[in-house]
C-alpha cells in the first residue's frame, strides 16, 4: 500500500501548486456570483449557466454555488436551465471596478412531478453509464419501498414484488454496491423469502440525489461484480416535514434548520445545524393473506434514521448519520390449498401445518463524517459501523395429500379434488442465528483545476475496514411419503433425516482498499471527457491482493455546435456516445463462504468480472416537449465464479470457484413527457448469461457445457406511465406494469450440473389513483391557496388508492417437491401475492 499513498501525495501537492500559482496569475477582478435552488430551499448541483458574453457554458456545483468572472458589455446576460426546471434569464448591471454582482436564483418545477429523469445531454460531473433521478413515493408498488423505481431502470430485473432485492445483468443479489453519503450499506444475510424481508436501508423521503450504473462504474466505487447505487440525503434549508400513512403502513419525516447572524453581513444569516428525522412502518398482513398458505401472519418492519449536519465554519462541517432497524416476522401457519398442472391434468395439494415461525433481522448503522471543502478542493473523512443480529427459528410440521382434480365440465363436482395420489408429512426444524459487525474508517479526496475552461479532476481514497461474524448453524429437514422415508441416508437399522447441519462459525476479516482517480475534459467545450483509475483491494482471510483497471470515455458530438447556436432555434440533439472498460472483483463475505454443510471455506478467492459497455443517449423534442432515448450494448467476461442455487431470495453458495461464464446483452429506455407535464417511461432489458461448472464425481474432475445460470432472465420489461384529467390535472392515474421471462430453476445435487427446470414468466400489473387535495395545480387549488395562504397549513395533501395485482396473475416464486404413492415426484408452485387494494394519505407542510 505504501506506493499508493506516496503516489496520491506527489500528485495532490503537485496539483495544490499549480492550481495555486494559477489563481494568483490570472484572478479576475469582478465576479456574477450567488446559488441555484429550487423552490423548497434545495441546492440544485450542475445547472446549466449561458453567458451571453462568453462561449463557455457554466454549472452550478454541488452545493448550487456558481461564480462567473464578469465581462465588460452592453448585454450582460445570465439564462439559467435545467432539466424539470423552468428556464429564467437575468440582466446583469453594470459593475465598478473590484465590484462583485451576489445573487440568487430559484428555479421551480415545470411540472407536478414527483419522478423527474434529465432530458438533456450528460452534465461535466456526471459519470458515464449513470442515471440520475429523484425518488419515485407516489408509485403503486406492493412494497412501497424506495427500490420500487430501482427495479424500473434498464438492466434491472426482480421477479418479487414483496422483495426490495435485485439483480442487473445476469448478476445475483449479493453483487450490487449501495452508498448512502458516501457509506457502504450492508443487508441482512439469513432473510429467506420476501415476505420476511421488511423494509431496505435507503429511506426515500429523505433522499435528494440518486445515481445509478448497471455497470462499468469508475474505480471510486467499490468491489462488486454487477451495480452501483449512489444515494445522497438531502441538506434541510428551512423547517419543513411530510407524513404517510395506509393499510400498509406509514412514513414520517421531519427537517429544519438552525441559523446564526453573518458578522459579514449585518441582515444575513448563515446555517450553523441541520436535521433530517424519518421514521417508517411497514405491516404485509393485508398482502400475505392474498398467499395460499393462510395462518396468523404478524409482520411487523420498522425503521429510524437521521442526518444530523453540524457546521463548524464556512468550509468545514460534521455530518453523523444513524439508522436503527427492526424487522420481525411471525408465522403460525395452518393451511395450504394449491391447485397446479394443466387443464388435462389438474392436480390439488392440500397442507395442514403445526408449529411457528419466528424471524428476527435487527440492525443500527452510525456513520461521522468530517469533510473540508473549498471552490475547488473537498477533503472527507468517515468513520462508521454496522450491526446485524439475525434469527431464524422455526418448527413446522406438516401432513399433506395430493388429489386429482376432477376436469370434466359437464360434472356436478367440476374442480372438486377427487382420486388421492399420495399422502406425507414433514418437519422442518431451525435454530439459526447470526452476528456479524463491519466498521471502517475510510478518507475521500477531490481536487479540481481549471485552466483555461478545461476542468480536470483527480478524486482518491483508502479504506480500513474490520468485518467480525459470529454464526451458529442448525438445522434439520425429515420428510415421509406415505410410510416411505424420503431420506437419501436411510437404512434398515434407522430413519435418518433429509438434511442435517450443525455448525459454529467465528471468523474476523481485515480489508485494506484504496484507488486513484483522473477525469479531464478535452475539445473547447470539452466534447470528450476521459476518465481512468485503479482500485486496490488486500483481504487477510484469504491473503489475496487485487488491483483493478477501469476506464470510461464519453463524447458529445453536438457539443459545440449547440454552445455556438444556443440563442436561435438551430440546435441539434444533445447526443452522448459512452465507452467503459474496466475489471470489477467482489471479494468473498460471509455467505459465499458457506457451503450447504454448513462448512466455511477461508480460502474461496475473489470472483471476477470484465466489462465492456458502448452505449448511445440522445434527448430530442417531440409534440413540443422533452423526451430521451438512451441504449447500451454489454459484455462481461466472468471467472473465478462461486456456483449457487437460488430459491426465492434465498441463495445458497457451493464455496468453491469453480465456474467461469458471460453474460451480454442490450438495455434500452425511453422516458419523456407522453402527457404535457408529467413523466413516463418504458424500460427494455434482453440479456443472455450461461455459465461452465467444474466438479468431482467418482474421482474424475468434469466441466459441465454452458449452462443458463440462475438469474438468467431473457427478457425483462417496464413501464410506468402517469396520466391526468384534462379538465382537473389533480386527478392522477399511475400505471406500473412489469413483465420477465422465465428463469431456470436448479435442484441441488448432482442436477445443479445439468440444465434445470423453468420458472413461468413473471408478469405483474399495479394500478394506482390519486386525487391532490391541496397544493395541486387546478385553478380551483390555486385559488384556493390564495384565500387560504395564512391558514393553510399543509404545502401538500393528496389521497390515493392502489390496486395491486390488477389482472390476478399468480406468479410463481419457488416450488415444494413432494411425491406420491408411486414414488413420482411433483413440483408444486409457491405463488406470490394476489389481488389486494390499499389506501393512503400523504401530506407535506
Do not use: C
Not at 478524486?459 to 410410510?483: A, C, N, P
Not at 467482489?586 to 462448512?599: C, H, I, K
Amino acid at each position: 500500500m505504501k506506493p499508493i499513498f506516496v503516489l496520491i501525495q506527489l500528485i495532490t501537492f503537485g496539483l495544490f501548486q499549480t492550481n495555486a500559482q494559477n489563481q494568483a496569475t490570472s484572478a479576475p477582478t469582478n465576479f456574477i456570483k450567488g446559488k441555484v435552488i429550487d423552490a423548497n430551499m434545495h441546492p440544485l448541483s450542475n445547472t446549466n449557466i449561458t453567458y451571453s458574453l462568453s462561449t463557455e457554458l457554466y454549472h452550478s456545483d454541488s452545493a448550487g454555488n456558481f461564480k462567473i468572472p464578469y465581462i465588460i458589455g452592453n448585454k450582460n446576460i445570465l439564462t439559467f436551465s435545467r432539466a424539470g426546471k423552468i428556464t429564467r434569464i437575468f440582466r446583469i448591471p453594470e459593475l465598478e471596478a473590484n465590484e462583485d454582482f451576489d445573487f440568487d436564483v430559484t428555479l421551480s418545477d415545470s411540472n407536478y412531478l414527483i419522478t423527474t429523469y434529465t432530458v438533456q445531454g450528460r452534465r461535466p460531473e456526471e459519470p458515464t453509464g449513470h442515471i440520475n433521478f429523484k425518488p419515485m413515493n407516489n408509485g403503486p408498488g406492493v412494497s412501497g419501498d424506495f427500490m420500487d423505481g430501482i427495479k424500473t431502470l434498464p438492466g434491472v430485473a426482480s421477479g418479487n414484488e414483496l422483495s426490495s432485492q435485485y439483480n442487473v445483468r445476469g448478476g445475483s443479489y449479493d453483487e450490487n454496491l449501495i452508498y448512502v453519503n458516501d457509506m457502504e450499506i450492508y443487508r441482512p444475510q439469513l432473510i429467506r423469502s420476501g415476505q420476511q424481508e421488511g423494509l431496505s436501508f435507503v429511506n426515500g423521503d429523505l433522499v435528494s440525489n440518486v445515481s445509478f450504473s448497471a455497470g462499468g462504474f469508475e474505480a471510486k466505487y467499490g468491489d462488486k461484480l454487477s451495480s452501483v447505487l449512489d444515494v445522497s440525503y438531502r441538506t434541510p434549508k428551512k423547517t419543513a416535514g411530510g407524513f404517510s400513512g395506509g393499510l400498509l403502513g406509514g412514513s414520517a419525516y421531519i427537517e429544519g434548520i438552525k441559523t446564526i447572524r453573518d458578522k459579514m453581513r449585518d441582515s444575513g444569516r448563515i446555517t450553523k445545524f441541520t436535521y433530517l428525522i424519518g421514521a417508517r412502518y411497514r405491516g404485509n398482513k393485508n398482502v400475505l393473506k392474498a398467499t395460499d398458505v393462510s395462518g396468523s401472519y404478524k409482520s411487523r418492519f420498522s425503521d429510524f434514521q437521521s442526518l444530523f449536519v453540524y457546521h463548524l465554519n464556512k468550509r468545514n462541517r460534521i455530518e453523523l448519520l444513524i439508522n436503527l432497524a427492526q424487522n420481525q416476522y411471525r408465522l403460525e401457519p395452518e393451511h395450504q390449498e394449491t391447485t397446479f398442472g394443466t387443464l388435462q391434468n389438474s392436480l390439488r395439494l392440500s397442507i395442514n401445518f403445526e408449529g411457528q415461525e419466528i424471524m428476527d433481522y435487527n440492525s443500527a448503522m452510525s456513520g461521522l463524517s468530517y469533510i473540508y471543502y473549498t471552490k475547488t478542493t473537498e477533503l472527507k473523512f468517515i468513520a462508521s459501523a454496522f450491526v446485524s443480529q439475525e434469527s431464524e427459528h422455526y418448527d413446522v410440521q406438516g401432513q399433506y395429500d395430493i388429489k386429482q382434480v376432477n376436469n370434466n365440465l359437464g360434472s356436478s363436482s367440476f374442480g372438486d379434488a377427487t382420486t388421492l395420489l399420495g399422502l406425507g408429512y414433514f418437519i422442518n426444524h431451525a435454530r439459526n442465528d447470526l452476528y456479524f459487525t463491519v466498521a471502517n474508517i475510510a478518507h475521500q479526496g477531490l481536487k479540481k483545476i481549471i485552466i483555461n475552461g478545461h476542468t480536470t479532476r483527480l478524486l482518491w481514497g483508502i479504506k480500513y475496514q474490520t468485518e467480525v461474524i459470529h454464526d451458529r448453524f442448525k438445522e434439520w429437514k425429515y420428510s415421509d411419503s406415505s410410510g416411505y422415508n424420503m431420506s437419501p441416508y436411510k437404512t434398515d437399522k434407522a430413519i435418518e433425516l433429509n438434511d442435517y447441519i450443525n455448525s459454529k462459525t467465528d471468523i474476523i476479516n481485515h480489508k485494506t482498499s484504496g484507488f486513484v482517480q483522473y477525469q479531464k475534459g478535452f475539445g473547447q467545450f470539452d466534447q470528450v471527457n476521459f476518465t481512468v483509475g485503479t482500485r486496490y483491494h488486500f483481504s487477510s482471510l484469504n491473503q489475496q491482493s487485487l488491483i483493478s483497471p477501469r476506464a470510461q470515455l464519453y463524447y458529445e458530438p453536438n457539443r459545440k455546435y449547440n454552445q455556438r447556436h444556443r440563442n436561435d432555434s438551430f440546435k441539434k440533439k444533445n447526443t452522448l456516445i459512452k465507452f467503459a472498460f474496466g475489471y470489477y472483483y467482489q471479494p468473498p463475505f460471509y455467505r459465499e463462504m458457506r457451503n450447504f454443510d454448513g462448512v466455511i471455506n477461508t480460502n474461496l478467492k475473489a470472483q471476477r468480472s470484465i466489462h465492456g459497455v458502448s452505449g448511445l443517449e440522445f434527448g430530442f423534442k417531440k409534440w413540443g416537449r422533452p423526451f430521451k432515448f438512451m441504449v447500451e450494448g454489454y459484455y462481461k467476461q466472468l471467472d473465478y465464479l462461486v456456483p449457487y442455487l437460488l430459491d426465492n431470495v434465498r441463495i445458497r453458495y457451493y464455496a468453491t470457484n469453480t465456474a467461469r461464464g458471460y453474460a451480454t446483452g442490450i438495455d434500452s429506455r425511453l422516458n419523456g413527457e407522453f402527457i404535457k407535464g408529467i413523466e413516463s417511461w418504458f424500460s427494455l432489458s434482453v440479456l443472455k448469461t450461461d455459465e461452465k461448472i467444474m466438479y468431482v464425481k467418482n474421482g474424475n474432475t468434469i466441466e459441465t457445457p454452458f449452462l443458463r445460470r440462475p438469474t438468467d432472465r431473457r427478457v425483462s420489461a417496464s413501464i410506468m406511465f402517469q396520466d391526468e384529467l384534462n379538465s382537473n390535472p389533480d386527478y392522477r392515474v399511475h400505471l406500473m406494469m412489469n413483465f420477465g421471462s422465465g428463469l431456470p430453476y436448479y435442484l441441488g445435487g448432482d442436477a445443479r450440473y445439468t440444465q434445470g427446470n423453468r420458472l413461468p414468466p413473471y408478469r405483474r400489473v399495479d394500478i394506482g389513483f390519486s386525487k391532490v387535495l391541496l397544493g395541486g395545480v387546478s385553478e380551483k387549488q390555486k385559488l384556493y391557496a390564495v384565500k387560504h395562504k395564512d391558514k393553510q397549513k399543509f404545502e401538500t395533501l393528496w389521497l390515493g388508492v392502489d390496486v395491486y395485482n390488477l389482472l390476478q396473475i399468480n406468479n410463481v416464486i419457488s416450488y415444494i417437491w413432494v411425491k406420491d404413492f408411486q414414488n413420482n415426484t411433483y413440483g408444486v408452485p409457491n405463488y406470490l401475492t394476489g389481488r389486494r387494494l390499499n389506501v393512503k394519505l400523504v401530506g407535506k407542510f
